[in-house]
T-cell receptor, first 113, second 117 residues
Framework: SQKIEQNSEALNIQEGKTATLTCNYTNYSPAYLQWYRQDPGRGPVFLLLIRENEKEKRKERLKVTFDTTLKQSLFHITASQPADSATYLCALLILSGNTPLVFGKGTRLSVIA | EAQVTQNPRYLITVTGKKLTVTCSQNMNHEYMSWYRQDPGLGLRQIYYSMNVEVTDKGDVPEGYKVSRKEKRNFPLILESPSPNQTSLYFC????????????????FGAGTRLSVL
């Protein structure tokens, strides 16, 4: 069966450290992988998108990697700050089938000062 | 300001009483969709629309209806709500699907928290 999994429900890290979140998938052939941030009571907000033929994408303190052999994406936040505390969702974009965008359940990140 | 607007933000209703949640976007996006978000289950797509008068089922369409008569609006209709439809609902839109990267970025509304008693 098709699955998309984010490594943990919750992750606590110290301010200033690098947070690494994992997204694994099985039995999908995604064209793109996206990462979103969701704050409590709000809708998800797009952060980064990476194509299947790209290895890495960066935006300020954020970095995303995409390994289609391992079927895994890693999302890094360097020099983390308490304001980075939120739930982070990965999403696969499938260009066929009924559900074009499939979301993981998210990882709730808490950055402790 | 570019945005997706959902109304109402909060709704408490009773079993069987028809309701509509409205969604409107001002970005001239072709693609719109509805999701529900439940603890432990994440975001699941209910219905989506590739363009005006073109709608299709997502993962969890049972008990819901949608329509896309105009490009900007995509209402979600619950003809006979039941308690298992108590959830947090999000409407989202994007330029399109596939092709250029920017087409696939989803813009979400602020959410509608629905309770069915």
């Amino acid at each position: 069966s098709q699955k998309i999994e984010q490594n943990s429900e919750a992750l606590n890290i110290q301010e200033g450290k690098t947070a690494t979140l994992t997204c694994n998938y099985t039995n999908y052939s995604p064209a793109y992988l996206q990462w979103y941030r969701q704050d409590p009571g709000r809708g998800p907000v797009f952060l980064l998108l990476i194509r299947e033929n790209e290895k890495e994408k960066r935006k300020e303190r954020l970095k995303v990697t995409f390994d289609t052999t391992l079927k895994q994406s890693l999302f890094h936040i360097t020099a983390s700050q308490p304001a980075d505390s939120a739930t982070y969702l990965c999403a696969l974009l499938i260009l066929s089938g009924n559900t074009p965008l499939v979301f993981g359940k998210g990882t709730r990140l808490s950055v402790i000062a | 300001e570019a945005q997706v607007t959902q109304n109402p933000r909060y709704l408490i209703t009773v079993t069987g009483k028809k309701l509509t949640v409205t969604c409107s976007q001002n970005m001239n996006h072709e693609y719109m969709s509805w999701y529900r978000q439940d603890p432990g289950l994440g975001l699941r797509q209910i219905y989506y629309s590739m363009n005006v008068e073109v709608t299709d089922k997502g993962d969890v369409p049972e008990g819901y209806k949608v329509s896309r008569k105009e490009k900007r609006n995509f209402p979600l209709i619950l003809e006979s709500p039941s308690p298992n439809q108590t959830s947090l609902y999000f409407c989202a839109s994007s330029l399109g699907r596939g092709g250029a990267l920017a087409k696939n970025i989803q813009y979400f509304g602020a959410g509608t928290r629905l309770s069915v008693l």
